[in-house]
């Protein structure tokens, strides 16, 4: 097993807030698991334990997929835009990153460096991307799945231990099948990380949210092609701060104990239950993605079987794991315990605890904004107007007021509390989209 430096390695905690207490009879048990990393990513310099340097010597990459498609001249301030941003990005890199610029149409083609391979971020190597920046021009469709497979195949051509990608684009992935999407996405899910960007309000929600997901990264609009540039350099300063790669958080249970579901809960929703792999007898791996110094907050439910007053077990172990960069064995970094214990103390077996109420109302409010916003689009007003109500009635009551400042754009809020609201006879495509975009944002519990 590897030996991992303190002064370069995140240092990960695993705190778990839940009621542990059920009713003779009870069997769900429910839990927020906050894991918080510090120490790791944000000291500055590669080779420091930031992103251009992975503690234990491996070296990181990103590849900055950039839509050339013909819409990308419609206005022409998108394709200009986006220069403008890639080169950004490239300018924010730290020394010794490795990177590489691709052009994405129906084909995806190498930009810079343009050997099949990556460069390594220098004065010398961002002007030469910059001046190949100037070159790129838009023509063609759309086929995202192929410039992932190209980012996939350029990240895998260096030895690397964080890998990531930046995509941007402008509109439907029209040139390639849904199938041929989820298969790329498949295919690089756990092989890299990629932040997705969608420019104007031709492109579709659920593609670029979609492969955020799939790939664990963000997801976000950028209505005016103008905020091109301050969005990438932003995204770009948080990707150069991780320090480790392929966390996975391993859920161990006892027999008869059943999962219910893993969610992330904090900073956004995502439902992790599918993304099980077996880790040996009653025990699964969940990714999490890159970290740096940072917090997130993880809802775990288990069934436990059913038992009498007065008995008390371990309904479930929670790990963080990091890979070993020699190659051996995960790297455990830090555990905390679920709990079950069964009274018949009415008072205590029935109170919730409020991390688990905040985050059950949390997930709660992404699914309504989404059911509503569905709702809109097929002329179910009805059903619109009682989602999107509810969803203004769960943002006021959990302090969501970023969430809650977006659906004033969609609807005309008469009373939060109770979530009365009226449909806007019209709403910006902008507006629209980005309430849709960023329904999974969460707002983090008060402790």
Known sequence: MANFSKSTVPQFSVDVYQNEFLPEGGRDVSAIVTVTSTGGGTSGAAGSGGFGQFPGGGAAGVVLMVDCSGSMDYPATKMRGAREATAAAI?????????AVVAGTHVAKEVYPGNGGLAVAGARTRA?????LRRLSAGGGTAIGTWLRLADRLLSSADLSIRHGVLLTDGRNEHETPQEL???????AGRFTCDARGVGTDWEVKEVTGIASALLGTADIVADPAGLAADFTS???????????????????????????????APTVEDLTGRRTEAGPRAGDYPT??????SRDYHVSVRVPQAVVGQEMLAARVSLLAPDPAGGD????????????????????????????????????ADVIQQGLDARKSGDHDGATAKLGRAVQLAAAS?????????????????????????????????EMTLETRSTKTVRVKR
């Open 289 to 294: 993605g890159s970290w740096g110094d940072e």
């Open 330 to 365: 995960p790297r455990p970094l830090s555990q905390g315990l679920v709990r079950a214990v069964w009274t018949d103390d009415l008072a205590m077996s029935t109170s919730i605890n409020p991390q688990v109420a905040h985050y059950t109302g949390q997930a709660e409010l």
């Open 91 to 99: 300018d924010t890199l730290r020394d010794g990153t490795s990177f």
């Open 399 to 431: 302090g969501n007021a970023d969430t809650a400042k977006l659906l004033s754009k969609v609807v005309d809020v008469v009373d939060a509390a109770t979530g009365t609201v009226r449909l806007k006879a019209k709403v910006a495509d902008a507006d």
């Open 235 to 265: 995204m770009m300063e948080t990707a150069m701060g991780k320090g480790v790669a392929d966390v996975a958080l391993r859920l161990w249970t006892p027999v008869g104990v059943e999962i219910r579901f893993v969610k992330q809960v």
């Open 182 to 188: 989820r298969a790329a996405l498949d295919a690089c």
């Open 128 to 132: 030469e991307a910059r001046e190949a």
